[in-house]
């Protein structure tokens, strides 16, 4: 990659995933002409704003284990990515690889990483942010990018407890750090680490980042924008997008069942009941949120299907009650690329990010709401409602 | 606004038929306590309006075949109403039959309709909106009705040409009807009948009625608000649901096939394929409306399936592309009672139509576009735009 | 054969569940004309075999707590037995629940059961199967009844070691129970008492009873049928009928998830996960006896869905690979009334296990496999399969 | 049997066509190693029978337009044949291009047809069946083949009455030819065209071929084997696996709709209604024949959906009374790619003919039922009951 001044580094943590994968293919062929199908901020009512250019996005990232060519050929042969632009990328891949940085593990994962990754598992957490600024400020360095995104798409991680001090807002997580536990949440480590560095942070799984309030606060008197939590790609955000229907017609939702099978990494990774736990809240509580129905039986599953790789399978049941107590029923089965669905969220919650942070708007992100299954700092999960607010953001 | 204490009719075409006769239990139910499941003007936001109470409504009708009990009794055996509910209105549907006024049926019909109703079939249109309007009067004479309201729910009609004059919105409809032929849409009948009475006038089928501009021209003339067209109960409402997310995620509908069946005498009337047409129309159109995009594929099959009675069942594949072209797919099966969703919305636009009245809004109402598929004077199909200008218009 | 015109006697173990209570109001309705629908001995190739016609068959019975008018009439409500059949059956059920004894509870069931029912907890388990036996010889007093079938429908238990003795083929039940701890199944209890009174036994739960090898073996000896295991009704069925689909057209089954959900008391007993294995040990084995694969990813999910009541609604995944690797997909929905499934094939059985008495084969019924999720002395799960053995022999 | 060293010819009518172009590949694939998947004969009940092995098929073939390169890239872009193949057959498609003869038109097509095949269209029905025996006679020689089977691929063709005499088994094809109308059914030009130089033929399409008594009476004169009629390889397949069901457990089925998408060459052919009749004829007459039950309302329809391609996708849904008359319902969603489930059926039959051939058995091939919707000289649709004649066959 030859310097670009102007140019825009997307510091992805897990850069070897699926997801980041399908974003580094997905932004050369911006480049090279493919339509920008799934990309929101590319269509109709928003494509005319200012936003940062696909060409001016360069990826870098961390990984703990993994390969970005097998990755890439996988989602080929899957028919997530077209096989000959998975051919034509190999030279930007083996780049990344290139300049690849160990990731930081969690500590149950130790066995099955790479060996920078365990070296740095010995690092106390400051120290560990350390070099993650480090790393940030070699690949600009290195690019010659002028500013950057930190997104956060590691595996999905065990729910653990917050060491105190860090749910008050004035905390400083840096000096927090410097007394936290090796078993904190690497969310707040990669967080801490973009904000540090003037880095707006997007975090795509469910693990705590912007939702936590030392980590929000700094970010917001640096004037950092902070977006999360877990992106809304699947079935989540089909469910957010029926429930109000449900609720404008005041009909009685009696149950809501909904069983996901999904095939890839992060299919394997909820197979652990603990991995599982923050996602299946977070895919299940918009129901109770937007139905406003305490009765209502719910429940989410997610089972782990090899044979589908990244293509997650969901079947929804929804058991309504109309006028005069008429049993009646809902059921739909979404199928679609996990990966192909996130890629562009990505790129356009980057986008997002740095816009606000143009605008001088640090901190959390409400406008963001409609990408997140636990958009923080927002009690609304009607999918409408969010791109009303999105909308109006846009607007200003 | 007070309620007269001494009522407001709801004069039914149709009134024999499964959502009439639904509407006939439910408020004898609601009455009597069942919760108002289905019924928008009850849910949480709207409840404390003060729309016209359900022991205010009485219904009277107009029907060209069929039997109250019948229908009753057909609509209990299928558990759309509660077998006790059919055996409580027993007498209440003995005095609905007493005070029936004979419907004016199509010509195509002739074989298959009361002699009262082939009887009205001689008259010329003029004459026979006299005669609707003299079952008006009839009837708020004998029940002591204050006011009412025309509520159209006859089987769905052949598409039939519009004769000149009926498009020009300062056409008097009483005057054309003088030279109108006898194949004129009933509905034009049913609705010059009712707004030269002075009721509002709902149209819940598929019938021009509102939409031609010399009837709309009247009602805002007069001061009587017109509702219409077709209502939104089942799959169309799930499509003007999910349709949105698709647009808003920038996904590229490539198909959207979607089939239909049911087993009523509404499902009878569609295996026509002349009724069928202007039904297919108004549940296609939503999507274009809604996806601006004119190369997908679309379809709406709707079959007679004698055995599922009043339990429509639809099925509906949207096939789409995401990013980089991968190819994704949602289908999902509606199964829902037809009367069960439609009754409560018959007694939701009573009320609205009431209201609107009492606020002096004549004409086409915008604001009743969530409870129709094809809303007139309203070009936004996306359900929850049409929510909020429903939202807004209560607020004002 | 020549039935016995004082008639046979169906003791029931669960009388009061909502199987036994719909074989209750079954047999009221084939006396009364209902046509036969849903029951294998009256349809066209077998109906004419002599089989103990419905109106000789009198249902006596055990439980451990509820109420047979509630259970008939929550099937009433949930549209599993038509109401008037219910208000017809009332003194049929008062009778019944006159001469009802009081069933074997679980240990750990003893705080939700009648007192009755404790009061037998306390009875070693040789007592025990004494007391059943004279409960069956009452009823046959009482009623006059010349001879009965012993039906196993009590809820789900949970999975218990067989003590030392139970496998061995040549064991006797009765001797062995003299030493068998209380915890042992309550299906070997009801078994050796059947058949030491000479009653088949036909076990329509998960439990054990005749898989074990000292009962089975007993019953060899007695010329006494013993049937089981596990009434295929619903999903499994349709599994066992599409899985030799697979399997003919050499097609590669990757993966197979089944989703089951219900809400009557058999859903309730399943949401306890050590009643819950048994069950979903017989709906997965299936799968790999019929496709003879042992790489395909299967998975079987049961949940409790209060609001379904007895209606099972169940949706399977099958994800298989077909010519030059092209990966396809088959899903159902199945969506059925576990007691009007199962209700009929209890009648059947009983039937059969007379015949096969009265032809004097006792021990296992091979031939009824295609009857039962774990057909007991028969490998083979093909349903088609199953149903040749059946006709072979009906037909000697 | 022996095969012969010098290989066996596949003259295929229709050899640019889906299936036809995915034979060709998977007979290199599977020469090449590629599992046999989907391939009855190589499946293990099957696979030590001397069929003729997949290195002794060579594929020659008549089309009237299209090319076999554009076949192949467009099959491995939607993923139905590994693109890696499709590469690596480039030579192979341009020696069957090139050894390619010209197509009998329907004459309605003759606008969209290569000019050879136009030409063709000007023969006499009895020029063009030997213009056909040449083709055969030409390629054998060419390729040194020392037999064939010809396989009907051809696109569906329009229902066409039958001229006089051919409705008599001991009419003389080569003889009725003479007088024949050029709107026969091109299906009796190839059929005679191969019985007439000793070649199996296996009719794949709705077209009358072996139906036809005469066709059938002169290969059975002639010891050649003929087969058909329809493939039965996705919705209907399922469908006579899923009917026995309920007929095995005597539930009564009220309705069975089945809806067909499909966007192939076969799906835009199926979108001309003329041509469709006898292919929903083939799909629809299953049910009848499997259930014995007049009553039920059954309905298949077939949609041309451009963007699925090859990807046939259909819903049934199954509408069922039960015991007491309780209503169920069973609904399944198949998707499968329409040549892959095919092409490896098309190389099953060609073996299957083979080796009746070789054993002497002229005329209809009864034991090939299972692999057709509308097998010739069967009476019997029952998928299972299919396969136990076949597997008796083969046992023989």
Same mark, same amino acid.
């Given at each position: 990659?030859?310097?670009?001044?102007?140019?825009?580094?997307?510091?992805?943590?897990?850069?070897?995933? =699926?997801?980041?994968?399908?974003?580094?293919? @997905?932004?050369? @062929?911006?480049?090279?002409?493919?339509?920008?199908?799934?990309?929101?901020?590319?269509? &109709?009512?928003?494509?005319?704003? &200012?936003?940062?250019?696909?060409?001016?996005?360069?990826?870098?990232?961390?990984?703990?284990?993994?390969?970005? #060519?097998?990755?890439?050929?996988?989602?080929?042969?899957? #028919?997530?990515?077209?096989?000959?632009?998975?051919?034509?990328?190999?030279?930007?891949?083996?780049?990344?690889?290139?300049?690849?940085?160990?990731?930081?593990?969690?500590?149950?994962?130790?066995?099955?990483?790479?060996?920078?990754?365990?070296?740095?598992?010995?690092?106390?957490?400051?120290?560990?942010?350390?070099?993650?600024?480090?790393?940030?400020?070699?690949?600009?360095?290195?690019?010659?990018?002028?500013? @950057?995104?930190?997104?956060?798409?590691?595996?999905?991680?065990?729910?653990?407890?917050?060491?105190?001090?860090?749910?008050?807002?004035?905390?400083?997580?840096?000096?927090?750090?410097?007394?936290?536990?090796?078993?904190?949440?690497?969310?707040?480590?990669?967080? %801490?680490?973009?904000?540090?560095?003037?880095?707006?942070?997007?975090?795509?799984?469910?693990?705590?980042?912007?939702?936590?309030?030392? /980590?929000?606060?700094?970010?917001?008197? %640096?004037?950092?924008?902070?977006?999360?939590?877990?992106?809304?790609?699947? +079935?989540? /955000?089909?469910?957010?997008?029926?429930?109000?229907?449900?609720?404008?017609?005041? /009909?009685?939702?009696?149950?809501? +069942?909904?069983?996901?099978?999904?095939?890839?990494?992060?299919?394997?990774?909820?197979?652990?009941? +603990?991995?599982?736990?923050?996602?299946?809240?977070?895919?299940?509580?918009?129901?109770?949120?937007?139905?406003?129905?305490?009765?209502?039986?719910?429940?989410?599953?997610?089972?782990?299907?090899?044979?589908? #790789?990244?293509?997650?399978?969901?079947?929804?049941?929804?058991?309504?009650?109309?006028?005069?107590?008429?049993?009646?029923?809902?059921?739909?089965?979404?199928?679609?690329?996990?990966?192909?669905?996130?890629?562009?969220?990505?790129?356009?919650?980057?986008?997002?990010? /740095?816009? =606000?942070?143009?605008?001088?708007?640090?901190?959390?992100?409400?406008?963001?709401?409609?990408?997140?299954?636990?958009?923080?700092?927002?009690?609304?999960?009607?999918?409408?409602?969010?791109?009303?607010?999105?909308?109006?953001?846009?607007?200003?």
């Amino acid at each position: 990659m030859s310097p670009d001044p102007r140019g825009t580094g997307l510091f992805i943590a897990g850069v070897r995933g =699926a997801v980041a994968t399908t974003v580094v293919h @997905g932004l050369e @062929g911006l480049r090279a002409g493919t339509p920008p199908v799934g990309l929101v901020t590319a269509s &109709p009512p928003f494509a005319h704003l &200012p936003w940062e250019p696909a060409a001016g996005l360069h990826v870098c990232g961390w990984d703990v284990a993994g390969n970005l #060519h097998r990755s890439a050929e996988e989602l080929g042969r899957t #028919h997530v990515i077209p096989e000959d632009l998975v051919e034509l990328c190999a030279e930007l891949r083996d780049r990344i690889e290139l300049g690849l940085a160990p990731g930081i593990p969690d500590p149950e994962d130790v066995a099955a990483v790479d060996p920078g990754a365990r070296a740095r598992l010995e690092l106390a957490p400051r120290a560990a942010v350390e070099a993650l600024r480090e790393d940030i400020r070699g690949w600009k360095r290195a690019l010659g990018l002028q500013r @950057g995104v930190v997104i956060y798409l590691a595996s999905v991680e065990r729910q653990r407890g917050l060491p105190a001090g860090w749910d008050d807002a004035n905390g400083d997580p840096l000096a927090l750090l410097e007394r936290a536990p090796r078993e904190l949440s690497r969310s707040l480590l990669y967080g %801490a680490a973009a904000v540090a560095e003037g880095c707006p942070f997007i975090n795509f799984t469910p693990a705590p980042g912007p939702a936590v309030a030392a /980590l929000a606060g700094m970010a917001r008197r %640096a004037g950092v924008p902070v977006l999360g939590n877990d992106g809304k790609t699947g +079935e989540t /955000l089909v469910k957010t997008v029926l429930a109000p229907l449900f609720r404008d017609r005041a /009909l009685n939702v009696l149950a809501w +069942e909904g069983y996901n099978m999904l095939g890839n990494r992060d299919g394997a990774a909820l197979s652990d009941p +603990e991995r599982r736990a923050a996602k299946i809240q977070n895919k299940d509580r918009v129901l109770a949120s937007i139905l406003g129905n305490a009765r209502a039986h719910t429940h989410v599953g997610i089972d782990f299907v090899p044979s589908l #790789h990244d293509w997650k399978t969901a079947w929804d049941f929804i058991h309504f009650e109309g006028f005069l107590g008429a049993r009646m029923s809902l059921q739909f089965t979404w199928h679609g690329s996990d990966s192909a669905l996130a890629a562009p969220l990505v790129i356009d919650l980057s986008r997002i990010a /740095l816009r =606000a942070q143009d605008r001088g708007e640090g901190g959390l992100l409400p406008a963001a709401a409609p990408f997140f299954k636990n958009p923080v700092g927002v009690t609304e999960h009607d999918f409408h409602r969010q791109m009303d607010m999105f909308r109006r953001w846009c607007a200003r």
